[in-house]
């Protein structure tokens, strides 16, 4: 079959050059994207918990920890840069995949980047190269993986994270397919069942399979050789796809139609800084708040009605003493806080408003229920239609199909440079223009440091 070395080859030739524009400017709306939710999560104590650890432990001064004001050694770096694009769980992701590669490619493209002096054009490259090898095997296993019990963040993203260090390390093709052999070695089990017990141990995937990705192509470099069907696998059935799957998975989508369409084009940005399965319920919520000008004392009752997905993964409360993580991937706390604020963002998952007890006595009056409609909608779309019971007797209610960010309801670069000054917080304004411009313009900077510096 082939499918790892076309891969590896096809990320081993691709260029700035031979990129569509449209590919380009998505990788560029892909980078806005992560400085945004790295501001948003060094507004969690869990985060800056991490980034404190990792601190402590030394190192060369290689690479920035990007918006925590130090250097440290890359692999460390990768790992701090991977968990801040993944806490605040507004970082981007493939539907078809159930994955955010950004979480562990663009930390790899940053670091490395910053410590061999190479301008926006490379970066550009290592993000779609990262981007394709990330997608592509979460793709193949698409929902298998994860009904298998994996995260293919954390898995996946080794792949990306490896061939975008591959890209920047200048290897050849050999090079790049040892990359991403040795990636399926090393790669994180990326446990599901840390998701979805609220662990908070699940920020860190992202980071992991950065500083792998990292290691597997620096020991590509050095000769280390990794299977050249490590992904499809062989007669031996020790081949990632193989082994991480409980169904057969589709191999075919490793390489179909490489070259001709970029995954990073199905990419979807979000708005929200929990799980996508809850986006058309948070969405519809804000819309009738916005439509009703209603208070949360005025509810009764909301009933949420949602494809099947949404309900087993993210239908479940918030337990009492229960972490942010628990509230990213639960409706009910999205839906109540979504009432109460008029916002869903950083500040809605500060440990201080989990805690509110006007939230959970809220949330504890959100029903949510599988739709056979919805249902079958899904995956063309991921439906939720909200219901809202006033006291006065009234009914509100409102329905989303394709929640914002979709790339059939793009974000686009005006609305990513509005999250990105509404994640920042209280930081610079005239800092936070320069870097937008800066990203817009990568393919002229001479050098990524420059921005590494100012974010």
């Known amino acids: 079959m082939d499918h790892t070395i076309k891969l590896a080859r096809f990320c081993s030739d691709l260029s700035f050059d031979s990129l569509p524009r449209e590919v380009i400017h998505k990788a560029k709306l892909c980078v806005i994207d992560y400085i945004a939710n790295i501001y948003g999560s060094l507004e969690l104590d869990a985060v800056r918990a991490v980034v404190g650890y990792v601190e402590s432990l030394g190192g060369p001064k290689a690479a920035t920890a990007l918006g925590c004001g130090f250097k440290t050694g890359l692999q460390n770096a990768a790992f701090i840069n991977g968990t801040t694009a993944e806490a605040i769980e507004a970082q981007d992701g493939l539907r078809f995949g159930g994955n955010h590669p950004v979480c562990a ?4 493209a940053f670091v490395l980047a910053e410590s061999l002096r190479l301008g926006g054009r490379k970066v550009i490259e290592a993000v779609v190269t990262g981007y394709e090898a990330a997608d592509r095997p979460a793709a193949a296993m698409h929902p298998w993986h994860t009904l298998s019990g994996f995260l293919p963040t954390g898995t996946c993203g080794t792949f990306g994270a490896a061939a975008a260090a591959a890209k920047l390390m ?9 990359a991403i052999g040795n990636a399926g070695y090393l790669l994180p089990l990326s446990m599901a069942e840390q998701l979805m017990g609220g662990y908070t141990i699940k920020i860190v995937q992202g980071g992991q399979a950065a500083s792998a990705g990292i290691m597997a192509a620096g020991l590509a470099s050095k000769g280390i050789t990794g299977c050249p069907e490590v992904l499809e696998g062989s007669a031996l059935k020790g081949g990632f796809t193989q082994i991480t799957a409980k169904a057969e998975p589709k191999v075919e989508r490793l390489t179909d139609g490489l070259g001709e369409h970029y995954s990073i084009m199905d990419i979807y940005f979000k708005p929200y800084t929990a799980c996508r399965h809850t986006h058309g319920a948070a969405q519809a919520a804000l819309e009738l708040v916005k439509e009703h000008a209603f208070k949360a004392g005025d509810v009764d009752s909301v009933a949420v009605h949602t494809y099947g997905i949404a309900e087993l993964a993210v239908g479940k409360g918030v337990p009492e003493g229960g972490s942010f993580v628990s509230a990213q991937f639960s409706i009910p706390y999205v839906v109540a806080v979504c009432i109460l604020d008029g916002d869903l963002g950083p500040g809605q998952l500060t440990e201080r408003r989990i805690a509110d007890g006007a939230v959970l006595e809220l949330a504890k009056r959100v029903s949510i229920r599988t739709d056979d409609e919805l249902n079958k909608a899904y995956p063309d779309k991921t439906s939720s ?15 989303t199909d394709i929640p914002k960010g979709d790339p ?3 974000m686009e670069a005006e609305d990513l440079a509005a999250k990105l000054r509404r994640f920042a917080g209280k930081r610079d304004a005239a800092k936070l223009e320069r870097i937008i411009d800066m990203v817009m313009g990568m393919e002229k900077l001479r050098d ?7 974010i």
Do not use: S
Request: proline share 5%.
């Open 105 to 108: 490619v663009l930390p790899v």
């Open 170 to 178: 200048g290897l050849d093709e050999a090079g790049m397919l040892n």
């Open 385 to 399: 239609r909200v219901e809202i019971v006033l006291k006065d007797g009234r009914r509100l209610v409102k329905q």
């Open 408 to 410: 059939r309801d793009p």
């Open 448 to 454: 990524i440091k420059e921005l590494a510096r100012i």
